[in-house]
C-alpha cells in the first residue's frame, strides 16, 4: 500500500485514497478484519496472519521497522509490539502506525521536502501521549563515523527504472540515484556523500531535495548469493 493522499505516482502503485480513508483502513485491522460498518472484509485469521513476523527487515531505520508480515511492517517499541506502512514517490510521503494494545493508529499524508522530520516529531509525540510508545530518534550518523573500506561495495547496482553507483576516492564515498527507462523523467540524478554508520549502513546526505535529512543506505546479500543494496527499502542487486 502507497497511498499519498490524493495523489499517485505509476510505477509505485496507484492507490489514491484519504487520510480518513487509511485510518479506516487501520480501524478495520483493529478490529480483525471487520468493516466500520459490521461487514467482514478479511477473514480474523488472516487479520492475524498479516502481523505475523514472516523476515527480519534488513533495513531498520527508513520506516524504523523491525521485520515484516504479509503486508505490514512490524514494529517492536520497546516492547510494545505495533504495525504500519509507509509509502513514497518523487515528493510524496505517507505514514501509518498501528498499535494495538491502545487501539490507536496515526495517519500523515505529505507533499514536498523534510517530511521524515515532520514524520519523527509527530509521531514520536502523538505515540508517546495515545499509546506510551516511545519511537526511536531520527536516523543521522554518528558525530565520529567509524572506518569502513567500501572497496567491496563500490560498483553498479539496478532494478527496474533505477541505477545506484557507488563510486570512492580520496574525497570519500558517494553515490548516484538515476532513474531510468520508462522513469527517466520522474527526477534528475541524485548524487550524495556516503557516511559511515556500520560496516553495511551508510547515511547519504540527501541535501536539499530531501530537507537536508540522511537517507539510510543498506548494503546486504540475498540469499542467491547477489549483492544487493536497499534505499527506501527497495533492494536494487549489484550488476557489474
Given at each position: ?21 487509511v485510518a479506516r483502513f487501520a480501524r ?21 496472519e498479516m502481523r505475523r513476523r514472516v ?113 570512492q576516492d580520496v574525497d570519500g564515498a ?67
Amino acid at each position: 500500500m502507497g497511498f499519498s493522499g490524493r495523489l499517485s505516482a505509476g510505477p509505485y502503485g496507484r492507490v489514491i485514497i484519504s487520510a480518513g480513508d487509511v485510518a479506516r483502513f487501520a480501524r478495520a485491522h483493529l478490529d480483525g478484519g471487520v468493516a466500520p460498518d459490521g461487514t467482514r472484509v478479511l477473514s480474523a485469521g488472516a487479520a492475524a496472519e498479516m502481523r505475523r513476523r514472516v523476515v527480519d527487515s534488513p533495513d531498520k531505520w527508513t520506516v524504523s521497522a523491525d521485520g515484516w508480515g504479509l503486508g505490514w511492517t512490524l514494529y517492536d517499541w520497546d516492547g510494545v509490539p505495533g504495525y504500519g506502512h509507509d509509502g513514497a514517490a518523487i515528493g510524496q510521503y505517507s505514514y501509518l502506525r498501528v498499535v494495538p494494545h491502545a487501539g490507536v493508529a496515526v495517519v500523515l499524508p505529505a507533499n514536498g521536502g523534510g517530511t521524515g522530520g515532520l514524520y519523527a516529531d509527530l509521531f514520536r509525540e502523538l505515540l508517546d501521549e495515545l499509546a506510551g510508545v516511545r519511537v526511536p530518534e531520527a536516523f543521522a550518523p554518528a558525530a565520529n563515523p567509524p572506518a569502513v573500506d567500501l572497496t567491496r561495495l563500490v560498483g553498479t547496482y539496478r532494478r527496474e527504472g533505477v541505477v545506484t553507483t557507488v563510486t570512492q576516492d580520496v574525497d570519500g564515498a558517494r553515490i548516484r540515484y538515476e532513474f531510468v527507462d520508462g522513469m527517466k523523467d520522474f527526477s534528475p540524478p541524485l548524487e550524495m556523500d556516503l557516511v559511515p554508520v556500520s560496516e553495511t549502513a551508510f547515511a547519504a546526505s540527501g541535501g536539499p531535495s530531501f530537507g537536508g535529512e540522511h537517507i539510510p543506505v543498506v548494503f546486504s546479500t540475498l540469499t542467491d548469493g547477489t549483492e544487493c543494496v536497499y534505499i527506501g527499502m527497495r533492494v536494487t542487486p549489484k550488476v557489474a
